[in-house]
């Protein structure tokens, strides 16, 4: 009866998985050959016999192979069969022992080598497993029986059982791990080791300053090394029987062909999964848009406005589920449909599978295969023999190596080395620059294994091709110097370029079709120019970022839409912003946060003149960004070159859109503002948000990491109850949710890939926007936004969890009933699964009706302070009522500063606010000449909303407090202080509020100074008001609820 089993053995004298060299063993293995009116041992499809074949060669090494039908056992029961012993002194053949043994297969890294021109070759893991002794774990004293135990373990440990390299088994295993940036640095020049558990995953960017980025193409150990080949007549060189030869040959290739379909089947199972998730994410995307569209359509104000323009909307459902609407096309999207979307390289479209190259092709025309499964490199065997491989990086240096059989007869490449080894194998290399094509070897190859590795490059590297990429915007900037008599392109203003676009207008076409730009758009960024010096400053920034071409939209963009190219293609989703290969998601969960309220997305872009204006300088290339640098509004130009391959931007981009411009845009103002993209990787997102919107913000780190320390021990699969400290946690969140604040959660750096939020879709290094906190009975849940919700996530509230229907009243709160369409790209989690999930978190407090915004710039000498604001509520009027307000001081941020400058390190802060002090009221310092008439009331603290009476410095970037003014005769203080010794130490000093500041209205501000001998310099509450100055002038700001800012000069704000 035929025994299905799938098992080959070898067995020697000594019980070893060793080959012996017998003593008078050809130099050659004999060719495959069959007895005269005998076929040789095929496998079929059709059931077959058991047949053992002994063969005692010279070395008395047993050979027993049991011929077998191929079929798939998952449920077959052990298996019976006989091991044969024989014997050398009488040459019988008999029963040894029986054995139980679970069908096993043996791994392979799936490469099938077919043999051709009589070359026969086998993977690098079957020459590790028969015929090293070193890398088997069994001994000589080993029996058979164990060997066999411990090759029926299989799955359970494969790598112990069977001693295989760390090739064959990341490759079996399928590791995936992101390196950190922080070790791309520290290993540039030499390889990278990413010899590591196939569980970890790393991600850029946490809500901490930290140096973890992700490498591009994120490589994994087998990646990188690669598919291995051996020499099979290597393995054969003892074997003198034509029938074992020719049956190891066939049994080996059925092996690796079978191996391979099961990697092919495992490889399909995992595309299909992820196009599965990209649709899934796209169909997400699309429905928030429709969504969007639908409820704009409801709301359409008047066909067109005043000026004829037709009225369109920028919108997008903000967390409360309410359409933002912007009533008139002046970012000029009337003609964009926001349905036809253009994603980001999906993988699975054959346009991608025609042309998989990045950032360029090979030099030579062939047929290429990716030598790592993410692409990166790829080789070549062309017709003469000539080995061919193409680095399609910008990071890596490809350092490639390759060991070839003995009997390979080859030469080195031009830019190539060969030397033969000890054991007669050749062992060539080359190196291959970012995209660059190489020749490896020319000639017949009998058997290879590749050691090939990516190195990263460093900050010596410039790319040529890079520098090639921005050839036309160097042209254009020579042609503006030329043009504005400018002697050099260092000379060369933002200003003079955008005068230039806007004064020659047409002129410039045939200077700019001269220049290859066939979008129309000249503007050129001179203050932050594409190249390389924008991307990294040597001895400036503390993180390296490798040279990336530059590319403006309609160089990736399909033909059919590079017209299209626009900031919102009229919908704001805070599914857009997608972390790139950088570390910029710290900025990308900012941008997220903030696009759940798309008008405030909308200001940062909106032109501080005019929206004519800004419609001109858009027609050419030049889009305004207004963000908060140091407390200070700063509008920034910048042009529309961004780092990108030939897919679409390789930093931050809208995945889902690539229409949509506004979050690299966003993200390349930010990096002008502090000198470089290598500036911006790594940060706080809390940080970002202020720098976005311009309201004070803070953390609740230790009051979450004390609550989940003492909830560690709660049960996973099911609601648990909550200790006070935990319900007194989630009731303050639910009061800085409920005053319209941005609650965020951050995630750790890291965690493992089997973890619950590895599982449900977020991403480590992100903070996720909490949209609502519910609470019902014992029940406490979040919502959370999350843009890469996998489709099948698990957890406790989960879309298909069975706790909804036991829970009905909850689900109706929650929106999960089937009454109404649920929130898209959400997640809902139970209080417990939050605490175990995140590792803290913060909170903006963005009172969006508090739309009245005034700065004022001054600098400390000593700590000094050169104004303090006298604030001024009316109550004149039978009307007055109190002025809510946050004072905000900021400094210059640390970020992008040399090291060597004087004011990049922070200095501890201190904001206060003073009131008129009654005669009651006792005094520090009685007595004192001037009688003290003002008292310090209320000083900053770490929570803007609680302020504090103590006076204490804060050592952060910035810090604020919120007060309430009543209406008064006398005035108020505000006066920010600083701890060190420094000169011009800038600073700004923010007002936020309802009420506009005006030079004669309910609430003014004037500036003073408050002499340096007064007793709030000396950690004294009391000073006098006859200690004040006036101040000659200073510059101050005042930004309206449009978004735009108006400067001013002087000591009266208004």
Not at 47 to 54: E, F, G, I, M, S
Not at 192 to 218: M, Y
Not at 509 to 520: E, L, Q, R
Not at 617 to 623: H, K, V
Request: glycine share 6%; aromatic share 8%; hydrophobic share 35%.
């Amino acid at each position: 009866m035929p025994i299905p089993v799938d098992l080959f053995l070898f067995v020697s004298c000594c019980h070893s998985l060793r080959i012996r060299t017998p003593t008078s063993a050809p130099s050659s293995p004999p060719p495959p050959s069959t007895e005269e009116g005998k076929e040789p041992c095929r496998y079929t499809p059709a059931c077959l016999d058991v047949c053992v074949r002994v063969c005692v060669p010279p070395s008395r090494l047993l050979f027993v192979a049991i011929t077998h039908t191929p079929c798939v056992f998952p449920t077959a029961p052990p298996v019976l069969f006989f091991v044969a012993s024989f014997s050398a002194v009488s040459g019988v053949t008999t029963p040894a022992q029986t054995i139980h043994a679970h069908p096993y297969r043996m791994p392979m890294d799936g490469s099938v080598i077919l043999p051709t021109c009589g070359e026969d070759v086998v993977t690098d893991a079957m020459l590790d497993e028969y015929l090293e002794q070193s890398a088997s774990p069994f001994s000589s004293s080993d029996s058979v029986g164990e060997m066999l135990a411990a090759i029926t373990a299989g799955s359970a440990a494969p790598a112990q059982a069977h001693g295989l390299s760390a090739t064959s088994l990341t490759s079996t295993l399928g590791a995936s791990f992101l390196p950190t940036f922080k070790n791309f640095h520290s290993n540039s020049g030499r390889p990278i080791d990413l010899e590591v558990s196939s569980k970890g995953v790393r991600r850029p960017a946490s809500h901490r300053v930290s140096t973890s980025l992700a490498l591009q193409g994120n490589l994994s150990a087998s990646e990188i090394t690669s598919d291995d080949s051996g020499d099979f007549a290597f393995l054969t060189s003892d074997v003198c029987d034509a029938d074992a030869y020719d049956l190891i040959r066939h049994y080996i290739l059925y092996c690796k062909q079978q191996e391979k379909e099961l990697e092919e089947l495992e490889e399909e199972c995992a595309r299909l999964e992820a196009e599965q998730q990209h649709l899934y994410g796209a169909a997400i995307a699309a429905a928030m848009t429709r969504g969007i569209s639908q409820a704009s359509a409801t709301n359409t104000l008047s066909p067109s406005n005043s000026n004829g323009v037709t009225a369109t909307e920028v919108s997008v459902s903000t967390t409360r589920g309410v359409s933002s609407l912007v009533t008139r096309d002046e970012f000029g999207e009337a003609h964009i449909d926001p349905l036809k979307t253009c994603p980001y390289l999906n993988p699975y479209d054959a346009a991608c599978k025609l042309q998989p190259y990045r950032y360029g092709q090979p030099t030579v025309v062939g047929c290429y295969t990716p030598v790592f499964k993410s692409g990166s490199l790829y080789r070549c065997t062309a017709a003469d023999g000539s080995w061919l491989f193409y680095n399609d990086s910008q990071q890596y240096t490809m350092h490639v190596k390759y060991i070839v059989g003995a009997s390979s007869v080859i030469t080195a490449g031009p830019h190539a080395s060969v030397h033969q080894r000890a054991s007669g194998e050749y062992e060539t290399q080359v190196m291959v620059w970012p995209q660059e094509t190489e020749v490896l070897l020319v000639g017949e190859v009998n058997g290879f294994k590749n050691l090939s590795t990516a190195v990263p490059v460093d900050s010596s590297y410039t790319n040529p091709h890079a520098t090639a990429s921005t050839a036309s915007a160097r042209a254009l900037l020579n042609h503006f110097a030329y043009q504005t008599g400018k002697s050099s392109v260092s000379l060369l203003t933002t200003e003079d370029v955008l005068e230039c676009c806007a004064t020659q207008g047409s002129k410039w076409t045939a200077a700019v079709a001269a220049a290859g730009s066939s979008d129309g758009q000249h503007f050129v960024d001179p203050g932050f120019p594409p190249c390389s010096a924008s991307l990294y400053r040597k001895g400036v920034d503390d993180l390296f970022l490798w040279d990336i071409p530059w590319r403006r939209p309609f160089e990736y963009l399909p033909a059919t839409q590079r017209s299209e190219a626009c900031l919102f293609a009229r919908a704001v989703l805070p599914t857009d912003p997608c972390a790139g290969e950088g570390g910029d998601a710290y900025l990308c969960s900012a941008a997220c946060s903030l696009a759940e309220y798309p008008t405030h997305v909308v200001r940062i872009f909106r032109h501080p003149v005019s929206t004519d204006v800004g419609s001109r300088e858009r027609a050419a290339g030049a889009y305004r960004v207004t963000l908060n640098h140091g407390g200070w509004w700063t509008s920034t130009v910048v042009d529309s070159y961004l780092p990108a391959s030939l897919k679409g931007p390789d930093l931050g981009r809208c995945s889902h859109d690539l229409r949509k411009l506004w979050y690299p845009l966003l993200e390349k103002a930010y990096a002008k503002l502090h000198g470089s993209y290598a500036a911006i990787q790594c940060g706080d997102p809390l940080e970002a948000l202020q720098d976005l919107t311009g309201y004070p913000t803070f953390r609740f780190d230790e009051e979450w990491a004390a609550v989940a320390q003492g909830s560690t021990g709660a049960c996973a699969s099911k609601p648990t109850s909550y200790s006070p400290q935990s319900e007194q946690l989630f009731v303050f969140l639910e009061e800085v949710h409920q005053r319209g604040y941005l609650v965020c959660l951050s995630l750790p750096d890291d965690g493992p890939a089997e973890s619950q939020a590895a599982q449900t879709g977020v991403v480590f290094g992100m903070s996720y926007t909490v949209l609502r906190l519910v609470r019902h009975g014992g029940s406490r849940l979040l919502q959370i936004r999350c843009p890469t919700l996998k489709m099948d996530s698990s957890g406790l509230w989960c879309v298909k969890s069975a706790l909804w229907q036991q829970e009905p009243h909850l689900a109706a709160l929650c929106g999960v009933d089937g009454d109404g369409r649920p929130e898209e790209a959400s997640l809902w989690l139970d209080w417990s699964e939050a605490l175990a999930m995140f590792e803290g978190g913060g909170v903006c407090c963005c009172r969006w009706d508090w739309a009245h915004d005034c700065r004022v710039r001054g600098s400390f000498t000593d700590g000094i302070p050169s104004f303090v604001l006298e604030v001024r509520v009316d109550d004149s009027s039978e009307d007055a009522s109190p002025v809510e307000a946050y004072c905000i001081l900021s400094q210059e941020d640390d970020r992008g500063i040399p090291a060597d400058h004087p004011h990049r390190a922070l200095r501890p802060l201190m904001l206060s606010v003073s009131s008129r002090r009654s005669e009651n009221e006792g005094c520090d310092d009685a007595g004192s000449d001037p009688p003290a008439d003002q008292r310090i009331r209320h000083v900053c603290s770490t929570n803007p909303d609680i302020p504090t009476e103590q006076l204490s410095f804060i050592l952060g970037r910035d810090t604020a407090l919120r007060v309430t003014f009543q209406p008064s005769v006398h005035p108020y203080y505000v006066i920010p202080r600083s701890l060190g010794e420094m000169n011009n130490k800038l600073f700004t000093v923010g007002l936020v509020s309802s009420t506009p500041v005006t030079t004669s209205g309910k609430l003014r501000v004037r500036l003073m100074q408050l002499l340096s001998s007064s007793p709030v310099f000396h950690n004294r509450r009391d000073f006098s008001t006859s200690q004040l100055e006036d101040v000659a002038v200073a510059s101050f700001q005042v930004r309206g609820p449009d978004g735009r800012v108006r400067i001013g000069y002087g000591s009266t704000i208004g």
